[in-house]
């Protein structure tokens, strides 16, 4: 798991600077699927190991549940469930990263962490409007990142969680400030 703190030591210095230059340009990528992903690292607070989840009922599938982070109680998006792929089984190597959007805290189980990485402008082209990829993924695609010989599926945070998601999210948040 050398690797992993590894990647979290980096993206925890990343998110330490507020200077946006540091972060501009930096996405965390990770593996879902086939596929790598990347999200920018201005979003991300942390990558945690994979934890207990306290299941919600009556959720969509892809909502895995809450998680206790510090006192915190966080949603938790599996996210090949959100893209409609198949479930994989969890292991060693599944890690959630802690993200923020619109001001609200989520995890997503991903299956591995690959790296982060810097992606200037000039590299990141439109998503294509047709092809083989899944429909599911494309509408939360915003661009594809080239890095060296490969491409990076960038995603928008705000797109892959829908109101419903956020309203379990604000609802979860509510119950801690209950709590204090």
């Known amino acids: 798991m050398s690797e992993t703190s590894e990647l979290r030591k980096r993206a925890a210095e990343a998110n330490a600077s507020n ?13 879902s699927g086939n596929e790598y992903f990347g999200l920018k690292i201005q979003y991300v607070n942390e990558i945690i190991q994979f ?8 959720t969509e599938d892809y909502i895995k549940g809450l998680i206790n982070l510090r006192g915190k109680v966080i ?4 996210v090949r469930l959100r893209f409609k792929q198949q479930p994989f089984e969890y292991n060693d190597r599944t890690c959630i990263i802690v993200i923020n959007v619109k001001s609200t805290v989520v ?10 990485v810097e992606i ?35 995603l928008d ?24």
């Open 19 to 31: 200077e946006h230059d540091t972060t501009k340009g930096k996405y965390m990528t990770f593996k």
């Open 51 to 58: 934890q207990a989840i306290t299941a919600i009922p009556e």
């Open 75 to 78: 949603p938790v998006i599996d």
């Open 107 to 116: 995890g997503l189980i991903v299956e591995k962490i690959a790296e982060v």
């Open 120 to 154: 200037k402008d000039e590299n990141i082209l439109p998503p294509p409007s047709i092809g083989r990829m899944d429909r599911a993924q494309q509408k939360y695609v915003y661009g594809i990142g080239k890095v060296g010989d490969s491409v990076k599926l960038l």
């Open 157 to 180: 945070p705000d797109k892959l969680l829908n109101d419903e998601d956020l309203s379990v999210a604000e609802q979860a948040n509510d119950m801690i400030l209950d709590e204090e």
